[in-house]
């Protein structure tokens, strides 16, 4: 293992810059947190137009390969955009140019959804670079998510992107026949289209009961859809994201029926839920945070403060299951966190809270990241896992 997973947690910090301040500058003009989210897909349109263009170091290039002979995903750098950053499959070549090399797009659900009727909805908490979020999985709809990517997809490849689509239950539903129908029929669709499909079974922020904390549900629904990719072709990854919040116990129950299930990988993690923010060690106090709802929940919580639970749960989860794919996320704001998740056993990182910290954050990020490999004498990231020396 690298030099970087040996050492006592590293909370790797960067100093804020011209654009930062900017970026401040921006929030404070335009204050609602959601419009400024809207605002992404425009953004990267413009970015995509002007110049200069963004080419990614080829020394950044990772081809990830599943143990169960999934199709491989290119991507042009380590560093996707998270499920929740582009919720309505927007512009989605045009992120190229923010830095990604990758896509979540969604969570999408079976039916156009609009979402929890409160607002605000999201709310960032500076003292922490943290954002609260209870959205409440607002999105266009299976259909026209995945009309969107397989338009895509081709000039995505070309500009070394992958993208996938996360599916998610439909809130509200509860009889589980009905649930399972529903998933079955969104995971169909997102697998024709995308290159791989993650399951959104934690989402703490709709008003409705995790998935992922009824094992015996989660391991029926696991199980039928890794049924249905049996009968499907070509083989594609399937990922199933989990929440940051489970005790050990639960955890290691709900890995041995992704295990059980033949999945492909896991996302590490979903937000973490704001109600059970006691946990974290946040310099901003649970009681002062502001509620997102007129039920007093304080919807899930994203950003830097989570890292202190991505980096070792990662080391863990690696040790538990050697031959799965990791895809981590949670605090990630800086190049060298990347570089030690990496070394940590993970194959690839999500970010999306860092874009309301950092102007230009994945491109900033993607060159702190070759610095990082250059203090580590790593000259290419493609095939390099030295997490492996340790299994």
Known sequence: MGTASQETFKNHDYQKTFGDRFLDFAKAVIS????RHHLLATYARWRSILPPSYHPSPALAKTIRFHDRSSPLTLGTPILLAAGGNKYAEALPDFAQLGFGGIAVGSATRNPWQG??????VLLIPNDRAMQ?????????IDRIAREVDRNLVRCHKR?????????????VVDEDQMLAEVEATFRRAYAAADYVELNLSCPNTGTARLDTNVELLGRIVNHVMDVRKTLAPRKAVLVKLSPDMNLKTLEEVLQVCADAGVSGLVLFNTFPGDRSRFLHMETPM?????LTKAGG???????????????????IRKQLPHMALFASG??????????????????????????????AVIKMNRELIQAMKSHSVASLDGYAPWRTNV
Do not use: C
């Open 32 to 35: 609602n947190a959601e419009t």
């Open 133 to 141: 979020n209870s959205m409440g999985l607002n999105n266009a709809g």
């Open 331 to 360: 605090g990630i704001d800086h190049g060298a966190k990347v570089l030690d998740l990496l070394e940590a056993g993970a194959d690839a990182v999500q970010v999306y809270t860092v874009l309301a910290y950092r102007w230009n």
């Open 287 to 291: 009681e002062k945070l502001s509620p």
């Open 116 to 121: 929890n009727p409160h607002r605000p909805r």
């Open 160 to 172: 070394k992107m992958t993208l996938g689509i996360s599916v998610a239950d439909t809130p509200g």
């Open 298 to 316: 304080l919807g899930g919580i994203s950003g830097r403060i989570l890292y202190q639970n991505t980096l070792p749960a990662v080391r863990f």
